[in-house]
C-alpha cells in the first residue's frame, strides 16, 4: 500500500492542521499547503480510496460529507461571492484516499 497522507499524517495528528469543521465520520482543515488564498479539504475519517469506492453501504458516509461541504460552502460563501469544489481520479489523485478541495483561486477573489 502507498503512503495516505490523510490517513498517516493527518489524521494520526503528525501534522498540524486548523479544522474548520469536524464531524463523526468527517474532517474539514485548512490545506497544509494551499495552492488557492482560500483551500479547505474535506476527507473521511477512515480510508476510502476514491468516490469511485463507495457503494450502496457507504450511503451515511457520503450523507455526511455532503452535509459538512454544504457547510463549509456556506461559510466560503460568506466572505466570498464564489468557490469551486473538486475531487479528483486516477492518475490525477496523488493521494489515494477521497478528498474534496474547496477552494477560492486568485482570480476568484472579491
Not at 15 to 26: D, K, L
Not at 53 to 64: G, I, Q
Amino acid at each position: 500500500m502507498t503512503h495516505d497522507f490523510y490517513c498517516d499524517e493527518v489524521l494520526k495528528g503528525r501534522v498540524p492542521i486548523q479544522v474548520v469543521i469536524e464531524t463523526e465520520n468527517v474532517l474539514a482543515y485548512h490545506h497544509t499547503n494551499p495552492q488557492w488564498p482560500v483551500h479547505i479539504v474535506v476527507i473521511p475519517k477512515y480510508h476510502v480510496e476514491s468516490l469511485l469506492s463507495l457503494s450502496c453501504e457507504n450511503t451515511e458516509l457520503l450523507s455526511e460529507m455532503m452535509f459538512v461541504l454544504q457547510k463549509v460552502i456556506g461559510k466560503v460563501l460568506e466572505e466570498h461571492e464564489g468557490c469551486r469544489l473538486t475531487t479528483n481520479f486516477g492518475n490525477c489523485q496523488t493521494t489515494k484516499h477521497l478528498h474534496w478541495h474547496v477552494y477560492v483561486a486568485d482570480n476568484m477573489m472579491s
